[in-house]
């Protein structure tokens, strides 16, 4: 009855195997599942976050370059020798929110970004009412204004690096995960390993020993 207990016994390898198969498929989808994830979590992190603090920073310069112009403008008296500067600004600034929009905004970020958007808009409708005003003068709203959009920016920017340490702690979690599923793998590995020589084994325990005859001496 060797045999019955041979093929019981290449039955349970079988299923044992087939599971260690089935687990190193789901180990691999697992896997590729990861690499697509921390990929768009890079991804985020240059599109959404990096080039976006780029942004910040280039409109913080625009406001702080049209407060400047502003304040000579009262020194000077005459509002007409930086009218051609105001609006290249007011141009860079336009082309700068359009890239900014193109981004994935989170709920706060949103609304701190429709503020600042708000804050353009009003400092822009000032500014050419002060422009076209005969010397200039003192606008204290226009100044007001500067500074909530700068604030506005400064939230912003605080969003980018509080978002940015959310998707970094994300991408560690997802290198953890990898390096635990890598373990696991190469743990079925050797389990597979560890069967065959068991079953190598075991079937040289059931071959039958040829007996030599002494007679033949």
């Not at 310069?61 to 400047?68: E, F, I, N, S, V």
């Not at 970004?113 to 708000?118: E, R, W």
């Not at 509080?162 to 390096?179: M, R």
Request: proline fraction near 0%; glycine fraction near 4%.
């Amino acid at each position: 009855m060797k045999w019955i207990y041979r093929i019981q016994q290449k039955a349970q390898v079988a299923f044992l195997l087939a599971i260690i198969l089935v687990g190193i498929l789901v180990k691999n989808l697992m896997e590729r599942n990861n690499v697509s994830e921390l990929g768009d979590s890079f991804s985020s992190v240059y599109e959404d976050r990096l080039l976006v603090e780029s942004y910040i920073y280039q409109l913080s310069d625009h406001l702080y370059q049209k407060k400047l112009i502003f304040d000579n403008c009262k020194v000077d008296g005459s509002t007409i020798a930086y009218r051609s500067q105001i609006e290249k600004h007011n141009e860079d600034i336009s082309k700068l929110i359009k890239e900014y929009e193109k981004t994935k905004f989170t709920e706060k970020e949103s609304t701190f970004f429709q503020s600042f958007k708000n804050s353009i808009r009003k400092i822009t409708f000032l500014e050419t009412h002060y422009l076209m005003s005969a010397s200039g003068g003192s606008n204290s709203e226009l100044d007001n204004q500067f500074k909530m959009a700068a604030t506005d920016l400064q939230h912003l920017s605080n969003i980018q690096i509080a978002e940015g340490k959310i998707l970094n702690d994300q991408s560690k979690k997802i290198v953890a995960g990898s390096t635990i599923l890598t373990q696991f793998e190469l743990g079925m590995i050797i389990v597979i390993g560890l069967i065959i020589q068991a079953l190598v084994l075991a079937s040289q325990s059931l071959t039958p020993k040829v007996t030599q005859n002494h007679n033949l001496n």
